[in-house]
């Protein structure tokens, strides 16, 4: 079959004959989870635009006609809160058509984990500050379903990967493990079948020392096995490199 036949045509008429097709915003809106006094909390922005007056929102931007959807999302992070070291994952894009009251805005959804007590956010704009994930009924944009799509995702996650694990700081307890499972999932645990699921994982290390200046009686420290500890570095890295 010869090229005639086939009708090939340049990028520049395909681009002149669907010119509306070409004029849609791509924007990238981050989920950054954190985890504090057995609280799941997302961090959240107060909206600077006028339809959304008095209402918060996630953190977000349009992606520059010269970047990648991860690297934007990488640049939004770092941007806003001076963090570059955090686990970060794709997970949906929302296309709906009035999300956006400025025109048509296609949003990828990311979600990040952060220890909350390692990590000193940049808190130098319109309120930004953690929210607990509870308490929020109504964010600004379709932000409440992304937040909801991402939390789903994290749920999906918590028991087949160790993902949660950049939630909590390098040594901690079972408690403390169950209690932040707990947090995520929004149920109570049963101690001893929780213990039994983690253990057969063996995702953990018992690091030979024991609680200190608890209310409760010392637990056993453990920590994430430096093998994926390497997995989720490198998801961090090759996101960082594209």
């Not at 997970?91 to 952060?114: D, E, K, M, W």
């Not at 056993?220 to 490199?241: D, G, V, W």
Request: charged residues 30%; negative net charge; proline residues 2%.
């Amino acid at each position: 079959m010869t090229e005639k036949e086939l009708r090939l045509k340049t990028a520049e008429i395909e681009k002149i004959s669907h010119l509306d097709y070409f004029n849609i915003g791509i924007s990238v809106d981050c989920v950054i989870f954190g985890y504090d006094e057995k609280d799941l909390k997302v961090l959240l922005i107060k909206s600077d635009l006028e339809e959304f007056e008095g209402l918060y929102s996630l953190l977000g931007d349009l992606v520059k006609p010269d970047e990648d959807l991860d690297t934007a999302s990488y640049r939004i992070l770092k941007e806003r809160t001076g963090l570059d070291d955090v686990y970060l994952e794709q997970v949906h894009a929302f296309g709906g058509l009035n999300r956006h009251p400025s025109g048509r805005v296609i949003t990828v959804a990311y979600y990040s984990l952060v220890d909350i007590k390692n990590h000193r956010l940049r808190v130098d704009s319109n309120e930004l500050h953690w929210h607990s994930v509870q308490t929020i009924k109504n964010l600004a944009f379709d932000h409440k379903l992304i937040l909801d799509t991402c939390l789903a995702r994290l749920q999906q996650q918590v028991m087949d990967y160790p993902v949660i694990f950049n939630l909590l700081p390098e040594k901690f307890s079972l408690r403390e493990l169950q209690e932040l499972y707990e947090a995520i999932l929004g149920v109570e645990l049963d101690r001893r079948n929780f213990r039994k699921k983690i253990a057969l994982k063996d995702w953990l290390v018992d690091t030979k020392e024991m609680e200190e200046n608890v209310p409760h009686r010392p637990g056993k420290l453990h920590r994430l096995r430096s093998e994926y500890k390497k997995k989720n570095a490198q998801k961090r890295s090759a996101l960082i490199s594209m």
